[in-house]
């Protein structure tokens, strides 16, 4: 049972649409990960989210962390083919807990 | 290349034979992780190493599994007896203990393992 749920699992959108993924936990994390992962890689880390309500920006995505430190989302600007790849959202101290992903697809 | 290198990307074996894969860390990195992805799921932890002191080990590494970080560099995990439910990617992962970078895990691109 992995403790961060995620959501859509898939999500295929047209180049130049946004797209939203959330990470959702009934537990509080002291921190959040956002990782991208393309198939027969491993995970390349994003981002890392540590204060309640923060909002960070890397070029056309935009991460948020919840004000309770329970949930976060991943928004992408118009999204390019380049952005297909399995989103992970991740939490913990040491040892981190994932959710199953979502698949996003940009079509061209 | 200063990343999380992991040897070999593929292996293929037939149930019942050992196999054994290989993590270097970023060198100055003193924690190590080791974790398991099938296919549809993320990550899931397996073991992790803080210098050569393995500290936890998941209820998911069974006895045929060991782990091993010798002189607190490289690690390696071996499995015995393999079966086909071990199919799976093995990721391996390096951190820092402290600093602002503390507890940031970096992964390796992963061995794909394949018990036939």
């Known amino acids: 049972t992995q403790l961060l749920e995620q959501s859509p699992q898939f999500l295929s959108i047209q180049e130049g649409e946004n797209l939203t993924v959330y990470c959702n936990s009934s537990?509080?994390?002291?921190?959040l990960q956002w990782y991208r992962q393309e198939p027969g890689e491993g995970p390349v880390l994003l981002v890392t989210?540590?204060?309640?309500?923060e909002v960070k920006k890397l070029k056309r995505l935009t991460f948020q962390f919840g004000d309770a430190r329970k949930d976060s989302s991943l928004h992408i600007t118009a999204a390019q083919p380049g952005d297909t790849g399995l989103y992970l959202c991740a939490g913990g101290d040491y040892k981190l807990s994932f959710g199953a992903g979502t698949t996003v697809t940009v079509r061209a | 290349d200063t990343g999380v290198s992991q040897d070999p990307r593929h292996k293929i074996t037939k149930r019942g034979q050992n196999v054994t894969f290989r993590c270097d860390p970023i060198s100055e990195h003193n924690r190590l992780y080791w974790y398991r992805q099938t296919l549809g799921q993320g990550p899931e932890f397996l073991t992790y190493?803080?210098?050569?002191?393995?500290?936890?080990k998941s209820r998911l590494l069974s006895d045929r599994f060991s782990a091993e970080r010798p002189k607190g560099s490289f690690s390696t995990l071996e499995i015995q007896r393999t079966e086909q439910g071990d199919s799976a990617m093995y990721l391996c992962?390096?951190?820092?203990?402290?600093?602002?970078?503390?507890?940031?895990?970096?992964f390796g691109a992963g061995t794909r393992l394949s018990v036939l």
């Open positions: 989210v540590v204060t309640g309500g």
């Open positions: 537990s509080v994390f002291s921190s």
């Open positions: 190493f803080q210098n050569e002191a393995q500290l936890e």
């Open positions: 992962a390096s951190s820092l203990v402290s600093g602002r970078a503390k507890n940031i895990q970096y």
